[in-house]
Nanobody, 125 residues
Framework: QSQLVESGGGLVQPGGSLRLSCVAS????????IKWFRQAPGKEREGVSC????????NYANSVKGRFTISRDTAKNTVYLQMNTLKPEDTGVYYC??????????????????WGQGTQVTVSS
């Protein structure tokens, strides 16, 4: 069974850091752009960051630029989202998604072939 599994969420104080992981099983992330989305209570799901299949292209939402970093480890079939200087407005369920790459440029659209189940991130004092 092909699936994505996120981990690394939790409760952190404002200004703190977390690193989320997205591991694929049953398929390889090679050839896929990987995207991170988040959804806060009562709000629509929004794109946070993405990385192209070769790791050469990345994209970030304006709200996280300079604070979040996306990376991928091909050997581990894993993508990471390093989140620094967290703010209360970063609170939400974070999802990773895999999209079969077509252009070498990742786009923060909700199109995806696989979705994870999400991991909760809560930023609060």
């Amino acid at each position: 069974q092909s699936q994505l599994v996120e981990s690394g969420g939790g409760l952190v104080q404002p200004g703190g850091s977390l690193r989320l992981s997205c591991v694929a099983s049953g398929f390889t992330l090679d050839g896929h752009d990987i995207k991170w989305f988040r959804q806060a209570p009562g709000k629509e799901r929004e794109g946070v960051s993405c990385i192209s299949d070769d790791g050469m292209n990345t994209n970030y939402a304006n709200s996280v630029k300079g604070r979040f970093t996306i990376s991928r480890d091909t050997a581990k079939n894993t993508v990471y989202l390093q989140m620094n200087t967290l703010k209360p407005e970063d609170t939400g369920v974070y999802y990773c998604a895999a999209f079969r790459s077509v252009s070498g440029v990742c786009v923060l659209s909700p199109l995806a072939d696989y979705w994870g189940q999400g991991t909760q991130v809560t930023v609060s004092s």
